[in-house]
């Protein structure tokens, strides 16, 4: 059995074990390849310093290659009896190249090296979502501008209210969308940054170079203070998950509007029939369930932020293990919000579109501000105009034709979609994704 990192003569109680370790082995084979890349920038470093050879770093880095391409393939595993990811890796280079393997350790702590792990694959998971991101947005502008003249009922209250269109409800999604990215982005840039050397908490001994490191793997700069590094962990899930929620809240309320639109009652839209289920017992029913999940689903990523604040809360400076059942509900929020953006942006793709729902004569009365204002850009007082407005509708009176003239910026006539546009491609330039990802090629050499 592969001794841990940590231990020395006195072994654990294997309940205790289970308990202590929990699901790490699991969370840790995401961060698996992340742990090689910041095991080769830290060896890299090392040499530069003289704690390791040329000839040592050369073996490593070949292996370390080797490693990765397993991790890829998906042959890579934690062994049982293996404690996390870490000690996975040390081991394999131990085996294959004997004492040298031992060596990659000096000048770090897990503690630091689960952070540059959590981080490395953090900032690669925020890219992936905010290419999903893009993705629905420009699924949403497309549909606003193609039923841009296609109007519908907006509602307060759940009454009736006001003339909408189709233009402005996909438009509304995608600029909210907008905002969601700006949080993304703030998220990133707090992640991306390099808490490698700090080791436990309180830097080292060796001459440590903490600059080149952080070039080579993409970093934006450092935590610098090495105390704070440490105090990040948890911060940077929470504030990350605070990114994500913001997301989840968008979609999650698009999901409620088209399950909405889509009853028998509204019949505004209809989803397409590969996206709803039948019922057991009742075979008329077209159920939107994958819009009832995604609903659901990104209702519970919203709930994330407070799930790891009650879990950080209260901690001193310092680590604490606390901080390992984290991974536990961060990791996989990544994938689970993926999935939810991939459905949407299917369904939003095949949205039908009732074009022709203000035939009903039963949605006349939202014209009725039309009217007034008719009547006010004519001479009559706003009050009066409101009041007489008001009285035919009473009396059965009211008649309008249903058309609108609504040119001002954003409104039906003037969605200004192109300038939506605009803020979703600057808050897209504002990542630079690829200047990680050109390091971490170098770093691997492609």
């Known amino acids: ?71 890829e393939s998906g042959d890579f595993l934690i062994e049982e009896g293996v404690e996390d990811v870490h000690s996975q890796v040390e081991l394999l280079l131990t085996r294959r190249l004997g004492d040298v393997g031992k060596k990659i350790h000096s000048g770090r702590s897990r503690n630091d090296q689960v952070l540059v792990d959590l981080k490395l694959f953090t900032r690669a998971q925020i890219r992936n979502i ?33 003339p909408s269109s189709f233009g402005l409800w996909f438009g509304a999604y995608a600029e909210s969308l907008t905002d969601d990215m700006l949080f993304l982005q703030a998220a990133y840039k707090m992640c991306n940054r390099n808490p490698l050397g700090s080791a436990a908490g309180y830097g ?16 934006d700069s450092m935590n610098y203070n090495v105390v704070y ?37 509204f019949g505004f839209v209809k989803l397409p029939d590969e996206c709803t289920t039948g019922s057991s017992i009742m075979p008329h029913k077209k159920n939107p369930d994958v819009f009832e999940l995604t609903r659901a689903k990104c209702n519970k990523i919203q709930a994330l932020p407070q799930q790891i604040m009650m879990i950080i809360n209260n901690l001193p400076s310092g680590y604490f293990r606390d901080l390992q059942i ?75 034709d249903k058309t609108v003239d609504h040119m001002h910026e954003g409104s039906i006539g003037n969605l200004c979609n192109e300038h939506v546009q605009l803020l979703m491609q600057n808050v897209m330039d504002g990542f630079d994704f690829e200047r990680a990802q050109a390091a971490e090629k170098r770093l691997l050499g492609e």
């Open 204 to 219: 080292s001994s060796f001459p440590l170079n903490r600059t080149m490191t952080t070039e080579l793997l993409g970093f």
């Open 326 to 400: 984290i991974k536990e509900v961060f990791i996989p929020a990544f994938q689970e919000l993926k999935d939810c953006l991939q459905m949407t942006t299917y369904i939003m793709q095949e949205i039908n579109v009732n074009e022709h729902i203000l035939d009903d004569d039963k949605y006349l009365s939202i014209f009725s501000v039309e009217e007034v204002n008719r009547l006010a850009r004519e001479g009559m007082p706003f009050r009066d105009a409101y009041k007489k407005v008001g009285m035919d509708i009473e009396a059965g009176n009211f008649a309008h």
């Open 229 to 265: 590094a440490q105090m990040g962990r948890g911060k940077l899930e929470r504030n990350v998950a605070f990114a994500l929620a913001s997301i989840a809240g968008t979609i999650s309320k698009l999901a409620y509007d088209a399950c909405l639109f889509n009853s028998q009652n």
């Open 130 to 162: 905010a290419e999903c991101v893009e993705e629905l947005f420009q699924v949403l502008i497309n549909q606003s501008e193609k039923y841009k003249n296609v109007l519908l009922p907006g509602y307060t209250h759940l009454q009736i209210a006001m």
């Open 1 to 71: 059995m592969a001794q841990k990192l940590w231990e020395k003569s006195t072994q654990v109680n294997k309940e205790i074990e289970r308990f202590t370790v929990g699901r790490d082995r699991e969370m840790d084979l995401f961060l698996a390849k992340y742990d090689v890349l910041g095991s080769m920038a830290h060896i890299t470093m090392l040499e530069s310093i003289d704690l390791l050879t040329k000839s040592e770093l050369a073996q490593l880095l070949a292996e370390l290659k080797n490693i990765h391409a397993e991790i």
